[in-house]
C-alpha cells in the first residue's frame, strides 16, 4: 500500500478503535479490559490474511467497508444483538 493510503487507513482503523472504547465485551485473557486498537488490527488481519499496510492501493475500498461493517458488528453484539 502507498504511503499516503496507508496513513489514511490507519487513521480510519484509529477513529473505529476510538469508537469501539468501552463496547468491546469482557475477555478472560484481557482482565484489564480490551484494548479496540488491537482488536481493530487485528480483526483486519484475520479478514484480509496480512496486515492492512501490505495489502495493494487496489483493496482500500474493501478495508473501509469492512471497518464500517466490523464497528457496526460489534457494536450490534454489544448491545445484545448478537453478530456471531
Known amino acids: 500500500m502507498s504511503p499516503d493510503l496507508k496513513r489514511e487507513v490507519w487513521a480510519e482503523m484509529r477513529e473505529v478503535g476510538d469508537r469501539l472504547q468501552g463496547?468491546?465485551?469482557a475477555d478472560v485473557r484481557h482482565p484489564r479490559?480490551?484494548?479496540?486498537?488491537?482488536?481493530?488490527?487485528g480483526c483486519v488481519?484475520?479478514?484480509?490474511?496480512?496486515?492492512?499496510?501490505?495489502?495493494?492501493?487496489?483493496?482500500?475500498?474493501?478495508?473501509?467497508?469492512?471497518?464500517?461493517?466490523?464497528?457496526?458488528?460489534?457494536?450490534?453484539?454489544?448491545a445484545g444483538g448478537g453478530g456471531d
Not at 479496540?36 to 488490527?41: E, R
Not at 467497508?65 to 466490523?70: D, F, P, S, T
Open 23 to 25: 463496547v468491546l465485551g
Open 45 to 78: 488481519k484475520e479478514k484480509f490474511g496480512c496486515s492492512y499496510g501490505e495489502l495493494p492501493d487496489e483493496r482500500v475500498g474493501e478495508v473501509r467497508r469492512y471497518l464500517i461493517e466490523l464497528e457496526a458488528e460489534e457494536k450490534s453484539r454489544a
Open 33 to 41: 479490559g480490551r484494548n479496540p486498537y488491537a482488536h481493530v488490527a
